[in-house]
């Protein structure tokens, strides 16, 4: 299963994908979609839906995780923040891929064991955890996360049944409880 | 001179087209955008991008005016509003159609000579200004005023030298001011 993670910014939207095989979860590819500065608005919003959409065509992604938000800081940037996400999950819904929302706070407990961890912890965790032989862009590693840590869940599902099979389960269902539709 | 007017929102999104002949404003068409109800947040936003894509491909619009957003009313329906405003704005982007914002306020005024005015008043002043048969629904009556707005203010540019030329031309600056790029 291949899992494409987008962290949705209205100057830097961070993209990553990483494929499971089995137990195991193998990173493929990252980067930053960055909009031209200085270009109209109509036109960053339509670079950052075609961007995705040629990585989508690219990847062939099963299931996108997209960061969810639940509130912003204030109601313009939570406009601009909505902009973004809007010409990304119309991407998404034109490739007819499948869109899992999964909070920032969740993403960073599953990777770091803290809902509270900062940026540089995640693109340690991000960077061990995909054995990558450079530190990911903050943004770009924040999406990496997201796309492990739902190709993680579904990977511990995988395994043959253990004792903690059950709880593991649990575990993705509260993960996967998380998605749009 | 043909305008689209774009009123965004999640739920109902209003156009409205109107072409410019001379001094003169028609009415060509209007309608509501409503995605399906039910379906995941990508396909409804998906929805509105293609609705629109094909709009613009039937009617070419020369300037498509959508409403300016100032401030939403909490950063939880900033988000929702933003969304909608992305996937629309992706879809001007992609058309290459000049993108002009206008605040409701200042349609408002141009329309009926209130920027307080209410949905009714400017769905009065939207069907007797464009001599409509039928009131519109309110989302393409504002939809409606925002191209009528746009496109009054050019037809005024276009008449005939008189006195008052020079502050129609400045009238219409003002509201150019508003465009995006």
């Known amino acids: 299963m291949r899992v494409l993670g987008v962290d949705p910014?209205?100057?830097a939207t961070g993209f990553g994908v990483v494929v499971r095989?089995?137990?195991?979860v193998r990173h493929l590819r990252h980067?930053?979609?960055?909009?031209?500065?200085?270009a109209a608005l109509s036109d960053?919003?339509?670079?950052?839906h075609t961007e995705l959409s040629t990585l989508i065509e690219a990847e062939k992604p099963e299931v996108a995780v997209v960061e969810r938000v639940f509130i912003a800081a204030n109601?313009?940037?939570?406009?601009v923040l909505g902009q973004a996400r809007g010409a990304l999950l119309a991407s998404l819904g034109a490739s007819r891929v499948r869109v899992v929302e999964i909070a920032a706070r969740e993403a960073k407990k599953a990777i770091t064991g803290s809902g509270a961890a900062d940026k540089g912890q995640m693109q340690?965790?991000?960077?061990r955890l995909l054995k990558l032989d450079e530190t990911p862009p903050t943004d770009a590693a924040d999406a990496l996360a997201l796309a492990l840590c739902f190709?993680?869940?579904?990977a511990l599902a995988d395994l043959p049944i253990r004792g903690r099979r059950r709880n593991n389960r649990r575990a993705m269902t509260e993960i996967v409880a998380g998605r749009t539709r």
Do not use: Y
Not at 151 to 154: I, P, S, V
């Open 151 to 154: 190709a993680q869940a579904g």
């Open 31 to 38: 980067g930053v979609l960055r909009p031209p500065t200085g």
């Open 124 to 127: 340690l965790m991000v960077t």
């Open 9 to 11: 910014g209205s100057n």
């Open 75 to 79: 109601p313009r940037s939570a406009i």
């Open 44 to 48: 960053r919003l339509h670079f950052l």
């Open 21 to 24: 095989e089995g137990g195991h």
